[in-house]
Nanobody, 123 residues
Framework: QVQLVESGGGLVQPGGSLRLSCAAS?????????TAWYRQAPGNQRELVAT???????NYVDSVKGRFTISRDNAKSTVFLQMNSLKPEDTAVYYC????????????????WGQGTLVTVSS
């Protein structure tokens, strides 16, 4: 089973920065096809924030373009979300998500979610 563990959330003032990490682990070999960050604010639906493909292509929701950067360290099986110029409306629980494949036996595809990490942007 592939597991994702998130870290880096916390309280930050408007205009500040925060870097989220999502580390993947598994008992078997695996690779990611697409990794993503979602967020969910109280009372709102879960929103797709950023994605990065197997080939390194990235996409962002309009509200974070120019402020957030998604990146990946394949050697460490970790995905990052660098968040700059944070705004109060960025306050949410952030979840990492991964779609990929495993190579044990016949192998197969998977989708897994992290546990979520709370980001609070407030003075």
């Amino acid at each position: 089973q592939v597991q994702l563990v998130e870290s880096g959330g916390g309280l930050v003032q408007p205009g500040g920065s925060l870097r989220l990490s999502c580390a993947a682990s598994s008992r078997t070999s695996f690779s990611f096809d697409t990794t993503a960050w979602y967020r969910q604010a109280p009372g709102n639906q879960r929103e797709l924030v950023a994605t990065i493909s197997r080939d390194g292509w990235t996409n962002y929701v309009d509200s974070v373009k120019g402020r957030f950067t998604i990146s990946r360290d394949n050697a460490k099986s970790t995905v990052f979300l660098q968040m700059n110029s944070l705004k109060p409306e960025d306050t949410a629980v952030y979840y990492c998500n991964a779609v990929g494949r495993t190579y044990s036996g016949a192998g197969g595809s998977f989708e897994v979610w992290g546990q979520g990490t709370l980001v609070t942007v407030s003075s």
